[in-house]
């Protein structure tokens, strides 16, 4: 069977050789300290190493065999049955050969011969439980380190599974978009021949933006903004004179970074959802920065789309939120309403 050993594990069980050397060093140093002799040290030392060994060897034995290869893998009769043997063996050193009553006859005052008795068997007793303990706290450490390491898989996990989605959403995101757009151009066409022309070239520096910008978790507030006007003067060519646009993109701080393409789903909306051909419409998109947040809002007249309006498969607003909890999760607001045919939304971004 192959063992593969890892640097974590290097660390941890060097850690607790270490922690087991100090401790048998304890004596060592206080008796140099206190003697400045290196021969008292090394006695002390010796003396110390001769009563722990076998607590050190339990310990590990535990530490290296019981509990990884035992307990930890579907084998833990193997576990209580290795510290059933140590148990025995422990019984075994105490009174194998050696018969405590018998000893105890040779002193000759009977209160003595009590206490005699009484510290072997609370002896024989302290050593079987501290083999017990020892068991335990390796277990314990095994434990924790497992806990440790579970935990660290599955924030990494989580951390793949959401850097995945996060490039899912963004590669629905630039079809949507594109789709969108393309739409407004092939209205804008029977229109007017040479501002759809014009604005197939405006569409070509959008999405060279969208394809090339984007592909970094985030992007300076500067040019997210400054293609956000872009887009919505494309968006504006297909309105007729009924229709109201205020746009008012503010970046006093103009070394923020933003999310790419995060407000451009709500914009699509309003256009969408918020200009009529035969009734007065408003578009109103505002971002600012209050204090340290960044605060975008968009308000718009609301005509809702029938059924056989397929401009628009409705998913922009929803990878909005879903994007908004992967990237801003705690950080962000969304405020959304409706109310006199007006529909109102307000994202709050908290640094």
């Known amino acids: 069977m192959k063992v593969n050993i890892t640097r974590q594990d290097i660390t941890f069980y060097g850690l607790q050789i270490a922690g087991w050397l100090a401790f048998l060093m304890v004596p060592a140093i206080s008796a140099f300290i206190a003697t400045q002799s290196w021969t008292g040290a090394v006695r002390a030392f010796d003396v110390n190493a001769r009563i722990h060994w076998t607590s050190a060897a339990i310990y590990f034995v535990n530490a290296l065999i019981l ?39 040779h002193i000759p005052d009977e209160r003595y011969r009590q206490y005699a008795l009484i510290s072997f068997y609370s002896s024989a007793l302290v050593a079987i439980l501290m083999s017990a303990f020892l068991a335990g706290i390796a277990l314990l450490v095994h434990h924790v380190r497992r806990s440790m390491v579970i935990k660290q898989q599955l924030k ?22 594109l789709f969108n757009t ?53 968006m504006k060519l297909r309105c007729n004179d009924k229709t109201e646009v205020n ?39 505002r971002m600012e920065q209050q204090d340290d947040n960044l605060v975008f809002t968009c308000d718009n007249t609301n ?49």
Not at 256 to 276: C, M, R, T, Y
Request: charged share 25%; net charge negative; glycine share 4%.
């Open 156 to 177: 990494e996990e989580q951390q793949k599974r959401t850097e995945a989605e996060l490039e899912w959403l963004k590669n629905q995101l630039n079809p949507h978009f």
């Open 182 to 234: 393309l739409n407004n151009i092939s209205s804008l066409v029977q229109i007017d021949a040479d501002k759809a022309q014009d604005a197939i070239a405006q569409l070509s520096d959008l999405m060279r933006y969208a394809m090339y910008e984007t592909r970094h978790e985030t992007v300076p507030i500067q040019g997210e903004v400054e293609f956000m006007r872009n887009y919505i003067e494309l």
């Open 67 to 105: 509990v990884p290869w035992g307990y930890y893998h579907n084998r833990r009769w193997m576990f209580w049955l290795g510290n059933a043997m140590i148990l025995a063996g422990l019984a075994y050193f105490f009174f194998h050969d050696f018969n405590p009553t018998e000893f105890a006859s």
């Open 303 to 351: 005509f809702p789309k029938d059924d056989t309006d397929r401009s628009g498969s409705g998913i922009g607003l929803e990878n909005t939120r879903r994007r908004l909890d992967l990237i801003y999760s705690g950080r962000y607001t969304w405020e959304q309403s409706l109310e006199n045919d007006i529909y109102h939304v307000r994202i709050t971004l908290r640094p």
């Open 247 to 285: 746009c008012q993109l503010s970046t006093v701080n103009c070394q923020q970074d933003i999310a790419p393409l995060l407000f451009i789903s709500l914009i699509e909306n309003a256009f969408k959802h918020g200009v009529s051909s035969s009734r007065p419409s408003k578009i109103d998109i």
